[in-house]
């Protein structure tokens, strides 16, 4: 690997405020979007650039400074391609015995909602491994298929239409994109490495290194390694990296690793990968026989800002280019306010209620699940508790107060005392 070299640090524009609206999460949708919030927690710390050389590695690539790769990644504009991903999400929550799938599928079904709605379904990549089938052709044609137990589901975008099918079910949703209002699908969680990478590259200041760290081979092609580093103390976040295509400037692999060491929070990347056009019957789809199938356009053209059973515009309505703007929705906390900067950064919304539920208020299970990762901490604010994983750490105080961030248990107290 090539040795890392260092220059003056650069800085961006982005201001606090975009911050704070990337870390808004409305408290309804807590459980509902533990991986979205966690990957995304990655955009609350903002990104600053230390150019670097990568000097020749495995492959032998030209030199690059961090500055050019990330140029690179902005200007990648692929267009058509067929790929398998695997995904390995380990969050650090407690095995309860596959309860907490449970939870995290459930509340985003809703109680009404369909079993192949892919807000509900792809929560599943909250923990464990798993494998997918993408498939890409231009703007209006995409595909993305979760490969579980000799089941799959896929998610198709096909021209105005998005369907969903999960064969274990043998339901089927269906919602519409507006076209002529220039709205694209897509998925409900940031599933693929350049999903990721476009996540964690979103806002840019000094108080993140981002260097070139030699050369990597990733599903047979040539790529360069972006290492992405906190400069603060107090982050959760080790370290993230990306292997960026070296030919089309696509993330091929995106590796989240946390400061407290062991297995990455988040490894994604390509197995195979190719750039060739899809066969355009790859895109096509008919319900099966048989098949429960389950409109989704009434909830996206309901009531402003409504969206479907939890809370989220269907697919296709009321979403937004900006995943993080579209996971928040129109009735998110209010009163947030954001204490500290880049990757220390601290969100603090009110609850409207007197702190956190439990046992049977809590709703059964989910008192249960919550209260096995809880725990109680006291400071100048009084009295709360946290709950933890291995990314992202929130305290609810007894008196209602949410702090959340990807930070330490301590730091959210040192946040929480400090706002006081």
Do not use: C
């Not at 899809?278 to 098949?291: I, L, Q, R, V, Y």
């Amino acid at each position: 690997m090539a040795p890392k070299a260092s220059d003056d640090t650069m800085t961006g524009g982005n201001s606090i405020g975009g911050e704070a609206d990337d870390l808004r999460v409305g408290r309804r949708k807590a459980v509902r979007y533990v991986v979205p919030v966690t990957v995304i927690g990655v955009a609350a710390a903002t990104i600053g650039l230390v150019p670097a050389l990568a000097d020749s590695g495995d492959p032998d690539l030209p030199k690059i400074t961090a500055q050019q790769l990330l140029d690179k990644i902005a200007a990648s504009d692929v267009q058509q391609l067929s790929g398998t991903v695997k995904i390995t999400t380990d969050l650090g929550l407690p095995n309860l015995g596959g309860l907490e799938s449970g939870l995290l599928s459930g509340a985003a079904k809703g109680d009404e909602g369909s079993a192949a709605d892919p807000s509900a379904k792809l929560t599943e990549l909250a923990s464990g491994t798993h494998t997918l089938r993408v498939a890409a052709d231009g703007p209006d044609r995409q595909k993305l298929s979760l490969l579980e137990n000799a089941a799959e589901y896929s998610v198709i975008h096909n021209g105005k239409n998005v369907w969903a099918y999960d064969s274990g079910s043998n339901e089927v949703y269906h919602s519409t994109v507006d076209e002529s209002a220039g709205k694209k699908a897509e998925s409900p969680v940031p599933a693929t490495p350049k999903d990721l990478t476009e996540d964690a590259l979103k806002a840019v200041d000094d108080t993140t290194s981002v260097t070139v760290d030699g050369t990597a081979q990733v599903a047979g092609r040539d790529a360069y390694k972006l290492v992405i580093k906190p400069k603060q103390s107090g982050s959760t976040v080790g370290a993230i990296s990306v292997a960026v295509d070296a030919k089309t400037g696509m993330p091929l692999k995106f590796t989240l690793t946390p400061t407290s060491g062991g297995a990455a929070v988040v490894d994604a990347g390509f197995t195979q990968v190719t750039f060739a056009k899809p066969a355009a019957s790859t895109f096509d789809f008919t319900a099966p026989k048989g098949a429960k199938v389950t409109e989704g356009d009434e909830a996206g053209k309901g009531e402003a800002g409504k969206g479907d059973e939890g809370g989220r515009p269907a697919p296709g309505h009321g979403g937004s280019d900006d995943f993080a703007e579209g996971m928040r929705g129109q009735d998110g906390p209010e009163g947030l306010d954001v204490i500290g900067e880049g990757w220390s950064s601290v969100a603090v919304f009110g609850t409207g209620g007197e702190g956190m539920p439990s046992g049977a208020e809590a709703g059964g299970d989910l008192g249960g699940f919550l209260g096995s990762i809880g725990d109680k901490v006291s400071g100048k604010f009084g009295s709360g508790t946290v709950f933890s994983t291995r990314l992202i750490n929130a305290l609810m105080t007894d008196d209602g107060k949410v702090y959340v961030g990807a930070v330490t248990k301590d730091a959210l107290v040192k946040a929480a005392d400090s706002g006081k």
